[in-house]
């Protein structure tokens, strides 16, 4: 913003340059219709005009000179072959290191108007590039996680590279400006000389021609001598021409000399004439101008023209001239009304920054579109010419103001929620941490829904900084991808073990189908057995196929049960061994099942011991010839054997249960 003001500043200091040199030419051709009439008066007779002016040099009534480069004098010398002057547009599209590489050109040559305005253009639009590069490198560190107070700068080698460049070019100005003193101080000698020996010569009694030779080279050396300092310019011009036109009356020269340099005279008038009326048709109307003054410098040098002819061709250049001056005003005139709009633009600008409602901006989506706004405003402003220059600074610093007070108060919110925001990072690393320690877990069911619910802990946490929050993100669900990673490989290799036992139990059932009938009952009982072992040894088959299979297994065992008559007991505990190995995982929650099951047993077997134990007491108090006695102690006894039968099979589930465990 800094760099964008003094910019601004630099652009409002020309224009006022320019608006200076506005007025004087219309002065100039004022006073140049003065002059030539005086001249007319006082010197009819004269055959050689006082025409020989230096470029810098006027007469008193006439305004001061308008500063320009040195080498104005003599343009075409200053000029190196082969270098042509850039157009601003054309340089604006440069990138650093092609404006380097022009100023490396050109602050070498020869110094000229053209040269200096081409290395001026170049500063500007290196350092446009270079505040553009210095607010994106700005974004981007805050965008880090800085503050704006905290950003520097990185440094650049080509913004050295052009401050040396420009440090080349200032000392060479340095150094010709000191070496054009001295030249102008020569001159001021040299012009004195001069002006003595016309003094001279005035006195001189000496041959008519040898005298006029001796002046027409005292008018060369006049001519010669060109710029002196300023302070004396008036004066000396004035002495010079005192002297000069004091010489032609002495000499008396005859009229048809005086004619032919009248006519001479003309001819360079009527050019002059030309000249300025083409300038019409320049585009660059400051151009226009400035060349106009140069043209009013060479008609001031020229001499009279025949009187009868003097206003005419005066009016001439004068009303070409005012064309141009006329353009000029225009110029600037719509310079300042196009200021007065964008100070409008600018002063508006400033009203939506300050007009922001702090009390309505409470969450991060808020300041973010908010701070979106007042960017677009930023860039808006910089769309936006120059104001006027005594409003400049005034309207730059209260649109600045208004930013910080924003950047300001979007900073207070955020130091506000960094508490907030540093214990959210704690709790999402202590998410971390418990998922780090879950990870490895192949307690699938149960570890799947702690990470479960880890992750919705996780969102119900507010944000953490961005400097943290990608970081703290990619480890938490680092851990839980890796879990649920070895949760699907595990799966999916125990489909593949599952659909093997399908195809197993499947030849288990055949095997048990095609058991030979003929074969004696204890030696189909043990094939039977040793299938049924296999069978339960056998591990899980898919789900859905789980129902199927078991019926088809159950309807092949209970076929040869029926067929070799095996007892209940038997049956029941074969029944037990299979639903015992569905649920024989080998997992914590198999294994609770297990036990949950042996202590279930366990309770059943208490249970039966006591009721056997109750029938064995009763029993002794009956009696065999007591009435009835005999039935009841048969049904009592045959309730003892069946409950024995029963403890007896518990017994051996428990054992069963107990092998499972072994293994």
């Known amino acids: 913003m800094n760099k964008l003001l003094e910019s601004e500043n630099i652009a409002n200091e020309n224009i006022s340059e320019e608006n200076k040199t506005a007025d004087p030419a219309v002065e100039t051709i004022s006073n140049e219709k003065v002059t030539n009439e005086e001249l007319s008066e006082e010197i009819a007779s004269v055959t050689e005009p006082v025409a020989n002016v230096p470029v810098n040099e006027t007469v008193v009534s006439e305004i001061p000179a308008v500063e320009e480069p040195i080498a104005d004098e003599n343009a075409d010398s200053s000029e190196e072959p082969g270098i042509e002057p850039v157009d601003k547009k054309e340089i604006d599209q440069w990138d650093k290191s092609r404006i380097i590489e022009r100023l490396d050109e050109i602050v070498h040559l020869d110094i000229n108007e053209k040269i200096k305005n081409e290395i001026e253009v170049c500063k500007q639009a290196f350092y446009k590039i270079k505040k553009i590069e210095t607010e994106e490198a700005e974004k981007a560190f805050i965008a880090q996680g800085g503050t704006k107070e905290d950003f520097k700068p990185e440094p650049d080698e080509a913004e050295d590279k052009v401050k040396e460049l420009l440090a080349v070019f200032r000392d060479k ?117 400035y060349q106009l003054q140069k043209l009013h410098q060479e008609w001031r040098e020229i001499g009279p023209v025949a009187k009868e002819l003097r206003e005419e061709i005066w009016s001439r250049f004068k009303k070409a001239s005012s064309v141009i001056n006329k353009k000029h005003q225009e110029h600037f005139e719509s310079l300042r009304l196009l200021e007065q709009r964008n100070l409008e633009e600018k002063t508006a600008l400033c009203a939506e920054v300050e007009a922001i409602d702090y009390s309505k901006l409470t969450t991060f989506k808020d300041w973010d579109e908010q701070h979106k706004q007042v960017l677009d405003f930023q860039e808006k402003w910089k769309t936006i010419g120059f104001a006027p220059k005594k409003n400049n600074v005034k309207i730059f610093e209260r649109f600045r103001t208004a930013c910080d007070v924003f950047f300001r108060n979007k900073s207070d919110f955020y ?134 299979i078991h019926k088809e297994y159950r309807k092949a065992v209970d076929k040869h049960f029926d067929r070799l008559k095996l007892d209940e007991s038997e049956r029941r505990l074969q029944t037990f061994k299979s639903n015992l190995s569905d649920i024989s995982h080998g997992d914590e929650k198999s294994k609770n099942k297990l036990l949950n099951e042996r202590d279930k047993l366990m309770r059943t077997y208490e249970r039966l011991k006591s009721d056997i134990q109750t029938y064995e007491n009763n029993i002794g108090f009956l009696s065999v010839s007591s009435k009835g006695g005999g039935g009841l102690m048969k049904e009592m006894n045959r309730k003892i054997n069946s409950l024995k039968e029963e403890l007896n099979l518990i017994v051996k589930k428990i054992e069963v249960i107990d092998e499972n465990f072994e293994k």
């Open 173 to 289: 100005k340095v150094s010709l400006t000191a070496q054009t003193e001295k030249i102008k101080e020569r001159n001021l000698a040299t012009k004195k000389q001069i002006i003595e020996k016309l003094k001279e010569l005035i006195e001189s009694k000496d041959d008519f021609y040898r005298v006029y030779n001796e002046f027409r080279k005292l008018q060369q050396q006049w001519k010669e001598a060109k710029q002196i300092p300023e302070s004396a310019v008036n004066d000396l011009w004035k002495e010079y021409q005192h002297y000069s036109e004091k010489f032609y009356d002495l000499l008396k020269i005859n009229n048809e000399m005086r004619d032919y340099d009248f006519k001479k005279n003309l001819e360079l008038k009527q050019a002059l004439c030309e000249a300025v009326e083409k300038l019409d048709n320049e585009k660059d109307v400051v151009s226009a101008f």
């Open 415 to 548: 130091k506000n929620i960094k508490e907030t925001m540093d214990v959210n990072l704690e709790k999402k690393k202590a998410l971390c941490e418990k998922a780090e320690a879950l990870k490895n877990d192949e307690n699938w069911k149960e570890t799947t829904d702690q990470m479960i619910a880890l992750q919705k802990e996780w969102r119900s946490i507010g944000p953490v900084s961005r400097k943290h929050s990608d970081v703290i993100w990619k480890r938490f669900i680092s851990a839980c991808d890796y879990f649920f990673e070895q949760k699907n490989k595990h799966f999916s290799s125990q489909k593949t073990e599952e659909v093997d036992n399908l195809k197993k139990k499947k030849e288990i059932i055949e095997k048990i189908n095609s058991i030979d009938t003929n074969l004696p009952t204890a030696e189909a009982v043990a094939i039977i057995r040793d299938l049924i072992t296999e069978w339960n040894r056998t591990g899980f088959v898919p789900f859905r196929e789980k129902d199927k």
